[in-house]
């Protein structure tokens, strides 16, 4: 399989190159040449297969010529076997037409884990084939360090640095990146925001001699990667709940549009989807862009589902590529005069073709507490807000007939004020980190200031070499 940028002027690439690179070098996002097909009967043969089976059949054709193809079942199976519950990914019946799909079995609890556990495993992979090391450098602003540290760590190819606003985020977030205890994993308190963070980083990846030296490589949600994993998810539940002799809708709890454009991927490919409701908290550029077809950057505001804070939503480039029929130059002058104004839009044509598979959906945090109380009343099962925004958005989507399936995106006991204040009740952390509050956090802690960590990166990180 081959990869092109949004941008359509970076060099065509093959999977392995993608996986490592990330961006593409003329600031666009990889996407397959053209997505693989499954047909009805293709569907129903995929039907009763394992997790780790199915992920494998269904992620196999974007691995064509990578040279982890043959490692690629038993990579993808010790992957899953990590993961809390046996079916990796379970569906829970909530109403008549209406389930919940629980993505945060995961080590860290939130359904980032699905992918990044296998993107650690599979640079891992790549690199000791190509006898190479990477030093992979982020910021977060909560649930994406934790799960990137926790997929890096104890590789055996790859340093990891994550930065965090020192004092900015929840006492959970903290304690599951600085108590990941593995010498090659490094968790960064910086004295400053989150966007502080994120312009170092930049500007750390600016630095190209910095960069050539100790090969930086990023996991943030524009891997392709990512995107990849988080399809095979579509997949098991649509087949679980008859696909594809029945139709499914998907109702998405949104931020950088990653985990909704793995449905539509999902789509592309051949499986029966009806509808994708994409699910906003009051950050909801993306909802006022499904009403209107322009999309107009606001000030991000904080709300009870902070992962959701987010008024750009980068992976929607990839959709908009097909939208132009794949054409690069529309695309660049699109995304140059959205950086250039704060906005863009679509004709009526192009906004007709999006509607009709996707509607925008938005709660505020009133509604969000409202829905944790509801469902939990109605049915027992206790969301956390991410997941009460989508299952918010599931039952205003709702049509006779047709199966909906809400995605829950992280574990109640990572937002415990916000559970609390719905139902009166601390929800309880899961076995595997029980002791979380009783474990020695390690972190390191660095002014606002990119030569203190060019320092701490050049002496912590093992450079290019394999060893
Ligand atoms: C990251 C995250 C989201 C947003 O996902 P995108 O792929 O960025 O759209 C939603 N909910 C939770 C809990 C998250 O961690």
Redesign the pocket.
């Known amino acids: 399989m081959r990869y092109i940028s949004t941008r359509g002027t970076a060099p065509t690439l093959g999977f392995d190159d993608v996986l490592l690179t990330g961006l593409a070098r003329d600031g666009g996002l990889y996407v397959p040449e053209s997505w693989p097909c499954f047909s009805a009967e293709d569907l129903r043969a995929l039907q009763g297969k394992s997790y780790a089976d199915l992920a494998t059949a269904v992620m196999g054709p974007f691995l064509a010529g990578s040279i982890v193809l043959d490692d690629f079942p038993r990579i993808v199976r010790e992957t899953y076997a990590d993961f809390d519950h046996a079916a990796v990914t379970p569906l829970k019946q909530l109403d008549a037409d209406l389930w919940l799909l629980e993505l945060f079995h995961g080590p860290t609890l939130?359904?980032?884990d699905v992918a990044l556990q296998l993107l650690g495993r599979l640079f891992d992979a790549v690199l000791a084939h190509r006898q190479r090391r990477l030093t992979i450098v982020g910021a977060t602003s909560g649930?994406?360090g934790s799960a990137a540290l926790e997929a890096c760590r104890n590789r055996a190819n790859l340093d990891i640095f994550i930065l965090f606003p020192k004092g900015r985020t929840s006492e959970v977030q903290r304690r599951q990146m600085t108590t990941i205890a593995a010498e090659n994993a490094h968790a960064i308190a910086v004295e400053g925001t989150f966007d502080d963070c994120q312009d170092l980083v930049k500007a750390l990846f600016a630095d190209e001699p910095f960069r050539d030296e100790f090969g930086l490589s990023a996991v943030n949600?524009i891997n392709w990667a990512r995107i990849m994993a988080q399809i095979v998810y579509y997949f098991v539940a649509a087949l679980a709940l008859g696909a594809p002799d029945r139709r499914v809708s998907f109702a998405v709890?949104?931020?950088?549009?990653?985990?909704?454009y793995a449905a539509y991927a999902a789509r592309q490919m051949g499986l029966p989807i009806q509808r994708l409701q994409v699910a906003s908290n009051r950050n909801d550029i993306l909802a006022r862009f499904f009403e209107g077809g322009e999309m107009r950057i606001g000030a991000v505001e904080p709300s009870l589902?902070p992962?959701?804070d987010?008024q750009v939503?980068s992976?929607f480039e990839r959709l908009l590529f097909d939208l132009t029929g794949g054409n690069g130059a529309e695309v660049t002058a699109l995304m140059t005069a959205f950086r250039r104004d704060g906005l863009y839009s679509l004709n009526a044509q192009r906004l007709a073709q999006v509607a009709q598979v996707f509607s925008g959906f938005r709660l505020d945090d009133p509604g969000t507490i409202a829905e944790i109380r509801a469902t939990r009343a109605a049915t027992g099962e206790v969301l956390?807000p991410?997941s009460a925004v989508g299952v918010a958005a599931a039952r205003a989507l709702a049509q006779a007939g047709v199966a909906t399936v809400s995605l829950a995106?992280?574990h109640p006991a990572k937002f415990p004020d916000a559970v609390e204040e719905a139902t009166g009740h601390r929800p309880e952390l899961p076995e595997r980190l029980a002791d979380l509050y009783q474990r020695p956090e390690r972190m390191a802690e660095l002014p606002n200031d990119l030569e203190a960590l060019r320092r701490f990166v050049r002496d912590h990180a093992k450079g290019l070499t394999a060893v």
């Open positions: 939130a359904f980032k649930d994406t949600s709890p949104t931020g950088n549009f990653g985990n909704v589902s992962s959701m987010i939503s992976n956390d991410h995106c992280a």
